[in-house]
Each structure stands twice: as C-alpha cells, then as structure tokens.
C-alpha cells in the first residue's frame, strides 16, 4: 500500500545543531508539505514543493529550508536549532490537480531543542 | 489572507449526544475547498471530508454530518449518537483552489465520556 513516512518519530537536539527530519511518499504524488504543531495555533505551513527542483516559503519558513531531488522525498532541514522549534512536525503529499488534491499526512515527528 | 477559526476549543459531552463543531472561514477566492481532519490521542491527522465551494448540498457519512452554509461562510460537522472513540481533535481547513496549500483552524478537542 502507498503510505507516507516520517524518520525520525522522535528527536532531541541541543540549540544550534543542524537537524534534518526525513518525509518519503510513495504514492507519487507531485506536491509535498510541511507543517508545524503548535498549541494554539493549529498547523502551519513551513515550506512547499509542487514537483523536483520546485520548493517556496510558507507561513513560517524563517530558520528552514528544503530540498526536492526526486518525488518520494522533502527533507526539511532545520539550519541553526532554537528552542522556538521545539514543535510536532507533519508532512504531508497530495496529488498535483486543477482543484487541488487532498493532502495526506506522515505520522509526524516530535522535535525537542533544548 | 485566508483565515479559519474554530471558535471551540474543547467540547465535553456524554456517550450518545451529539456533538456540533463549529468553522468560519475568510476567503477572496470564489473557489476554494474546505476540509476536516481527526487527530486521535495517538497524533495522526485523518482526514475525514473534502467539500468545493461549488458544492453546497449537506453530507452525511454514517454517525458524521457536514453542513457548509457559503451565506454565513461556516463549514459545521456534526458528530451524531457520540462515542468514546471519537473523542480527539478536530481540524477545519481551507485551500486555494490553485496551490493547494492548506490554512488549519486551531482545531477543537473533543472529549466523549463513557
């Protein structure tokens, strides 16, 4: 079955390392997300792809990036850790239409800076 | 800007009420598509409906109600005859219809006592 992965489930990392979270899909979907958790706050969009070599900023992109080389996978990587970062980290896929597809999500990823 | 707000932050019910969550949203667009996901205790998103600003007629799957009023620019969802096993979170969204990218409410949790 397609299914939506996220590595690792958990991480603690100390202010200022670099941290990359892995998302893979393999239902060949052309667009890829990630979205913050936030108490309060819903979820909210960090940073986007619509296919290989396209990525662009989200909501709150400040302090992340991304890289997409093949269509199964959005690495998104935190450059310089902050303890503001500490949140619950989802990606999510979905299908490239003139409607746009319904987005699945990754189990997540709880990230903790200390 | 778009913007979702669940007014709702926790709702406490008994087995077998009914539960009604409420979702306003603000958009420019003329279309545009509205979701809802389940987020259980274990944390991940499951997502539930997908509903076109073109589509106004109600859906009802099962014990799940959706009522989508464009005059009040509302998306409510009705959980009828409650049980244990619905209680989580419950997130209201909205995309553009081109993008893709989606804009949560800050979700309501609901909690079903035995």
């Known amino acids: 079955d397609a299914e939506i992965t996220q590595s690792p489930r958990h991480k603690i990392t100390e202010t200022g390392r670099q941290v990359t979270l892995a998302c893979h899909q393999t239902?060949?979907?052309?667009?890829m997300f990630w979205y913050r958790q936030d108490l309060g706050h819903g979820l909210r969009l960090i940073h986007y792809s619509y296919g290989v070599h396209d990525t662009n900023k989200g909501e709150v992109s400040d302090g992340y990036s991304v890289s997409r080389s093949n269509t199964e996978d959005l690495p998104l990587t935190l450059e310089s850790a902050a303890s503001s970062q500490t949140s619950v980290y989802f990606c999510a896929s979905s299908q490239a239409s003139p409607g746009g597809g319904t987005q699945y999500f990754g189990p997540g990823t709880r990230l903790t800076v200390l | 800007a778009q913007k979702v707000t669940q007014a709702q932050t926790e709702i406490s019910v008994v087995e077998k009420e009914d539960v009604t969550l409420d979702c306003v949203y603000e958009?420019?667009?003329?279309?545009?598509?509205l979701f809802w996901y389940k987020q259980p205790p274990s944390g991940e998103l499951v997502f539930l409906i997908r509903?076109?600003?073109?589509?106004?007629q109600n859906e009802i799957s099962g014990r799940y109600s959706w009522n989508f009023q464009k005059s009040t620019s509302s998306f409510n969802f009705t959980i009828t005859a409650s049980q244990v096993v619905d209680s989580a979170v419950y997130f209201c969204?909205?995309?553009?219809?081109?993008?893709?990218?989606?804009?949560f409410g800050g979700g309501t949790r609901v909690l079903v006592k035995p």
């Open positions: 509903r076109n600003s073109f589509d106004e």
């Open positions: 969204a909205l995309s553009e219809a081109a993008g893709n990218k989606l804009t």
């Open positions: 239902w060949n979907h052309n667009n």
């Open positions: 958009t420019r667009d003329t279309t545009y598509y």
